[in-house]
């Protein structure tokens, strides 16, 4: 069941893409690979994020699906990264529960905007 909306998903898009780029910082990562990862991949959310069409993209480009596909890739890459990358002996448990994080609000969002249940547009008799 998918109970993220689309509204709340571009808020974690956004917090998730900061959190990333400051992850070296925030979880002390070690300089290379580890720490170069997650601001790529913090980056890289926060451009598809302003590019997607949903109630928090700006340019309004990419298909929800479609980033939503992206954002599923992200957390694989991610969680995966310290064995792809070679850094597994040095750090890997922020880059697995984020990339899982990444993963699981890709499949529990929305994939259309909900409709606000505003007044009705004819008086009830």
Known sequence: MRFISTR???????????????APQLFQLPPGAASRVPVVLGLAALIYSLLTRYEL???????FKAHLVIDFLSGVVLALSPWLFG????????????????IGASLLTQTTPTVSQGAPTRPVM
């Open 57 to 63: 993209g700006a340019v309004k480009l990419i298909p």
């Open 87 to 102: 850094f597994s002996e040095l750090v890997w448990v922020p880059h697995v529960i984020v990339g899982v994080l990444e």
């Open 8 to 22: 709340a998903h571009g808020a974690l898009d956004y917090i998730v893409g900061l959190l990333l780029i400051f």
